[in-house]
């Protein structure tokens, strides 16, 4: 199967990261992580990978193009994939080739050592790959991948400790950036977060053997586990038989997990730091409306992930929340290939607008984010001809204004439209009659912290929006990459 075409509505928003998932002490695990996989599909719909482990088989992996549902729900597959514990991983590539992922590419990553086999799934992004698989390839490694994550298996090749767990540490400790990597041995699954937990992962008890290891809750509902808590920042937990246990092979740093998980990547269905992200959103859409009311006639969502704002700004605003567009819920990644005049028809593949609903109305369109700004032109466009009278844009984060070099694919600072206009000339060149833009302390106090952002020691890493990296980028700044001047 081909990899997915890329189409005009998903060009213009932060594409996901990825998904890990790992079970140990269940019969057939791989089925589990199969199920957990497509509950994290929103995460990455490029490809996906399962390793699992058997005693009288050994490690065994698949790895597919495509859905979940489409590669790991059918018997040929899974018959392949035997034993009580597994590994998986779906991917949007963040590193590494772009557009035309090569199966080398799909993680979990496996390495044979001395000691026994390890597969290595990761979530996130490492600022120090490019130095690092220089100095790696000096040294005698042959990379197969183009991937920064297969860094960490010859960065374990070249530990001198004695076990793989110990290895593991070795190698994350050289490691720069964003990473919640999920592990298996013969007899273990680990898990492991950076020190400032930027990228999420969580524990759960399956039953009263089995553990699992997951990037959000909403996977472990999926297979009936209970959830138990967030790994922590720094933490590691390696897991065998029915115990867990827990190492801190980091120096402590003060956490810095992505606020925009609580924006746009999470399931709405997930709980972060104990609180739902449903909740986190519909208050940012509190906080939105509060921030920057409008007379309006109706609040429509821009679906699916503007919906839970748009509801919050309504509460709060007391203006009737309406579905004032329709989103094509069979419009998949892998739509025909793009003609011109297909690509003309832009956003209408995927959305459309209730006619009916919208006319003569003065409409609040709440949508998630603006980064290019394309999309939201077409949509404005759209809700014009159905014959709106006033369109105004409340955006629920502040501008994306800086790209992300921890785990999420944005566009160079040049093309993200934050980067090269105020809020009056994005308002204009979009061509709405009004655009506003949640603040950073709005958004701190929707996500739970009542005095908004604290300069000094702000508890999310922000920087897409503040250009205020927790880490620094030295791969990007190697390439002339130019930090955010110290205010």
Known sequence: MRPFLSHPFDDDKLKEECGIFGVIGVSDAANFVALGLHALQHRGQEAGGIV?????????????F????????????????????AIGHVRYST????GATAIRDVQPFFGEFSMGGCAVAHNGNLTNAAALRRELIERGSIF???????????????SIQKNLSERIKDALRACEGAFSVVAMTRTKLIGVRDSLGVRPLVLGRIGDSGWALSSETCALDIIGAEFVREIEPGEMVVIEGNKVISTRPFNPSPSRFCIFEQVYFSRPDSIIGGRSVY???????????????????????????????????????????AMGIIRNQYMGRTFIEPTESIRNMGVRLKLNVNRALVKGKRVILVDDSVVRGTTSRKIKDMILEAGAAEVHFRIASPPTAWPC???????????????????????????????KFISLDGLYRAAGEAGGRDP???????????????????????????????E
Not at 95 to 98: I, L, P, R
Not at 465 to 481: L, M, N, R, T
Request: glycine share 8%; net charge negative; charged share 25%.
């Open 66 to 85: 495509g859905y979940v549902r489409d590669n790991f729900t059918k018997a040929d597959v899974m018959d392949t994939l035997p034993g009580q514990l």
């Open 144 to 158: 197969q991948s183009s991937s920064d994550s297969e860094c960490i298996i010859h960065l374990m090749a070249r």
């Open 52 to 64: 699992s482990y058997h005693p009288d088989h050994g490690f065994n992996s698949a790895r597919r």
């Open 95 to 98: 590193a590494g080739s772009k």
């Open 279 to 321: 909740e986190t959103r519909r208050q940012i859409g509190v906080e939105l409306a509060r921030e920057a009311p409008v007379e309006a006639d109706l609040v429509c969502p821009v679906p699916d992930s503007g919906t839970p704002a748009a509801i919050g700004y309504s509460q709060e605003s007391g203006i009737p929340y």
């Open 405 to 435: 070099f921890y785990g999420v694919d944005t566009p160079e600072r040049s093309k993200l439209l934050a980067a090269t206009m105020s809020e009056d000339e994005m308002r204009d060149w979009i061509g709405v009659d009004s655009l």
């Open 456 to 486: 000094l020691a702000p508890r999310f890493c922000d920087a897409c929006f503040s250009g205020d990296y927790p880490v620094a980028p030295s791969d990007k700044i190697a390439e002339g990459f130019e930090m955010k001047a110290a």
